[in-house]
């Protein structure tokens, strides 16, 4: 076993005592009666909710991949929701990209511990159509449409400055109107698995899980 002897102790450490730091939840149970059948139809309306509660980035969430057996997650925005899926933009290069591919499998968690809440899924990415990316780089400043340009996501660079030499060459090459770069796009999560968690007092949450089996959801409670 490593010695950590010489590190600090996280668990009794004053104000960072891990150890000690207990939160009961007590801000909200899930009814079953009032979840909605479809759970992204549920997942709309959490995120309506954190929206509401004026948290910082309510769409956020942490999505893991897996290339050759190795899993790595990284934050990402949500951007749309379809009928079937949930979108994120990226670039296809990217770590993320290349675990990916056209499609790939894919899990993702939202937290809102303000809410005392997390969704949880794992299914299918796949890349959605350019006419989809298209409509939804347009809707980005200009700036950041440049930066899908400038940054060759997840590949080493030298400095700083080589982006920003980057972003000043692809300012000057477009005019008002950026094109989407070929390499960036969005990915839908469709999932087949949800479960969403809310916290209860004396650890006893409510675990809801709905699976999908064709056109339908089934759901059920999990044990916490
Ligand atoms: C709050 C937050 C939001 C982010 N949103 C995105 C996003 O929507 N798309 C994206 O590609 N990276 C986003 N990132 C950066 C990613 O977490 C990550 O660093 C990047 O995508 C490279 O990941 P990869 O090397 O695993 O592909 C965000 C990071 C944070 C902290």
New binding site residues.
């Given amino acids: 076993m490593d010695d950590v002897s010489d590190g600090p102790d996280l668990r009794h450490s004053g104000s960072m005592d891990l150890a000690r730091m207990r939160l009961d939840y007590t801000e909200h149970g899930i009814d079953e009666a009032e979840l909605h059948e479809d759970p992204l139809e549920q997942w709309r309306r959490w995120v309506r909710d954190a929206v509401d509660a004026e948290l910082t980035?309510p769409n956020?969430m942490v999505v893991a991949t897996v290339d050759d057996g190795v899993p790595?997650t990284?934050?990402?925005?949500a951007?749309g929701v379809a009928p079937d899926g949930i979108d994120?933009?990226?670039?296809y290069t990217?770590?993320?990209?290349k675990a990916l591919g056209k499609r790939g499998p894919v899990s993702a968690t939202f937290v809102w511990l303000a809410l005392q809440r997390q969704i949880t899924m794992v299914g299918t990415a796949h890349r959605v159509s350019d006419a989809e990316s298209d409509a939804y780089f347009e809707l980005r400043p200009r700036e950041a449409q440049l930066g899908a340009w400038a940054s060759e996501?997840?590949h080493e660079i030298e400095s700083r400055e080589v982006l920003n030499v980057r972003f000043a060459e692809f300012d000057q090459r477009f005019g008002d109107r950026v094109p989407r770069p070929p390499h960036w796009g969005g990915y839908r999560i469709i999932p087949d698995e949800m479960e969403f968690w809310q916290g209860r007092p004396n650890r006893l949450h409510d675990r809801i899980r709905y699976l999908h089996h064709g056109d339908t959801w089934s759901r059920t409670r999990l044990s916490p």
């Fill in positions: 980035e956020a790595r990284r934050t990402v925005l951007k994120f933009y990226t670039n990217s770590q993320k990209g996501q997840s």
